[in-house]
């Protein structure tokens, strides 16, 4: 998620922090971490929500074959009774030599 810092990188992140936030960083510190676990407990029910309603959705759609009184309704095949190409009779003509 973060790029790989060297630690020459981070002792300047670090010192242009304690410029900024001073006294208050560890007060600036905490309330980013509880806005993180905030933000991650609120992504989880979301996912749970999202969860929950395409379980609904997929019970509701999909039929359920356990009843003893429910049939699928599938064609039966039926053979036909005739052949299905009609035959033609061939007459030769007679070779002409």
Known sequence: M?????PMELIVVL???VLLFGKRLPEVGRSLGRGIVEFKKGIRGV???????AD?????????????????????????????????????????D
């Not at 996912?47 to 309603?53: G, K, L, P, Q």
Request: negative net charge; hydrophobic residues 25%; aromatic residues 8%.
């Open 47 to 53: 996912e749970e929500e999202f969860r929950a309603v």
């Open 2 to 6: 973060f790029p790989n810092l060297n």
């Open 56 to 96: 609904i959705t997929r019970h509701e759609e999909l039929p359920s074959y356990t009843s003893p009184s429910h049939e699928p309704s599938v064609p039966k095949f039926e053979s036909p009774g005739q052949s299905p190409v009609p035959t033609m009779e061939y007459e030769p003509h007679p070779a002409k």
């Open 15 to 17: 010192g242009v922090a």
